[in-house]
Structures are given as structure tokens and as C-alpha cells.
T-cell receptor, first 110, second 114 residues
Framework: QKEVEQNSGPLSVPEGAIASLNCTYS??????FFWYRQYSGKSPELIMS????GDKEDGRFTAQLNKASQYVSLLIRDSQPSDSATYLC??????????FGTGTSLTVIP | DVKVTQSSRYLVKRTGEKVFLECVQD?????MFWYRQDPGLGLRLIYF???????EKGDIPEGYSVSREKKERFSLILESASTNQTSMYLC?????????????FGPGTRLTVL
């Protein structure tokens, strides 16, 4: 079993819709959770970090964490074609122990 | 802003060559990382360093070595390049422990081994 699992997609949504990206993790001791965006041919960049249960909003992005169910999700409201990218989920356990998922490819259709 | 730079964007080498990939960060970060990224496999950690001259193996260290002589610089060395090391190599750095802190990535080096 992988430490961090993401549906590879591709996920396609029409422009203006809500895109929902999900990530599950296996270690209940996980303490921190990150969403990175990676455009094709570019390096990952951080969108959101979340450390406690519940929702965290930043502009059009909302991260949701449910530690009991061991999942973290990223919602993108009013999706734009510029949101088309691969989204990587990363989970931190302790110290320098962390894991990346393989990413979900999102395409926003104009 | 944190800036992580890598010595080359594209590199072509021949099998058996010794290859050096260099990474420099300008924000005094303790931690630095080397990953490779391949389609369908995601980011895989090769080595990381939490201090000068300190290093830890990641998930796939075989065929690689690293050097960190100065805090800002972390080098990845392919002692004898092989075709299965053709990949995108990404360097990253973080302030403090990676489990709790954002990693800042360099632009990547696409290495082709012929």
C-alpha cells in the first residue's frame, strides 16, 4: 500500500465549475498536508498547507482535512483554463519523513 | 522570495560518464533534497541533506551520491550514468523539518543518457 494515494485522472471539468481533487494517506500519525500545483514542464509550487481538521480557504482554493477518515481534498471553485495542471498531494509525518502522491491531472475545458 | 537554481535545464550525457547536477538556494535553508520525476511514478526522493556535510538516503539512492560542502549548495552525482537514469531531476529546499514546512523547488534538469 502506498503512503499517499491520488487518482491519476485525468479529471476534466468545464470552466467555471468546481474541481474536486482527493488524496488518501495510510499513516495515522501524519501531521501536515500540502497541495502543490505542477504545470507541464515546470516544477511544483505550493498552493495550500493544512495542519488541522476542517477547511482552510485561500481565494478560489479550499483544502479540507479529515484525519479520522485519512483524507485530504482540494476544491477549486470557478475553475479556469489556467488551473489545468497536475496537483500533487504531500503528507508529512515527523522530522524529515514525508511522502508525495503521484498527482492528479486536471484539465479545465473552456 | 526563495530562489532555488539548478545548473542546467537540459543535459545530454553518454553511458558511463560521471555527471554532476548542482543546486543552489539563497534563503539559508537547512534542508535540501534531490528528486527524480518520471511519468506515472511521481516524485521519488534520492537523497536529502539536513545540514552541511550531512546526508540521508531517500527511496532510490542506488547509482547516486551527493555532496553538501556549503549550506547553500547541494550536488547530485551520477558516478557512471546509465540509460535508466534518464529523467527529470528536481532539487528542493525547506526551512526546518520537511514534514512541517513547504519545499521550494528549482526549475529542474532534464537529463538524457544516451
Amino acid at each position: 500500500q502506498k503512503e499517499v494515494e491520488q487518482n491519476s485522472g485525468p479529471l476534466s471539468v468545464p470552466e467555471g465549475a468546481i474541481a474536486s481533487l482527493n488524496c488518501t494517506y495510510s499513516d495515522r500519525g501524519s501531521q501536515s498536508f500540502f497541495w502543490y500545483r505542477q504545470y507541464s514542464g515546470k516544477s511544483p509550487e505550493l498552493i495550500m498547507s493544512i495542519y488541522s481538521n476542517g477547511d482552510k480557504e485561500d481565494g478560489r482554493f479550499t483544502a479540507q482535512l479529515n484525519k479520522a477518515s485519512q483524507y485530504v481534498s482540494l476544491l477549486i471553485r470557478d475553475s479556469q483554463p489556467s488551473d489545468s495542471a497536475t496537483y500533487l498531494c504531500a503528507v508529512g509525518l515527523t522530522g524529515n519523513q514525508f511522502y508525495f502522491g503521484t498527482g492528479t491531472s486536471l484539465t479545465v475545458i473552456p | 522570495d526563495v530562489k532555488v537554481t539548478q545548473s542546467s535545464r537540459y543535459l545530454v550525457k553518454r553511458t558511463g560518464e560521471k555527471v554532476f547536477l548542482e543546486c543552489v538556494q539563497d534563503m539559508d535553508h537547512e534542508n535540501m533534497f534531490w528528486y527524480r520525476q518520471d511519468p506515472g511514478l511521481g516524485l521519488r526522493l534520492i537523497y536529502f541533506s539536513y545540514d552541511v556535510k550531512m546526508k540521508e538516503k531517500g527511496d532510490i539512492p542506488e547509482g547516486y551520491s551527493v555532496s553538501r560542502e556549503k549550506k547553500e549548495r547541494f550536488s547530485l552525482i551520477l558516478e557512471s550514468a546509465s540509460t535508466n537514469q534518464t529523467s527529470m531531476y528536481l532539487c528542493a529546499s525547506s526551512l526546518g523539518l520537511a514534514a512541517y514546512n513547504e519545499q521550494f523547488f528549482g526549475p529542474g534538469t532534464r537529463l538524457t543518457v544516451l
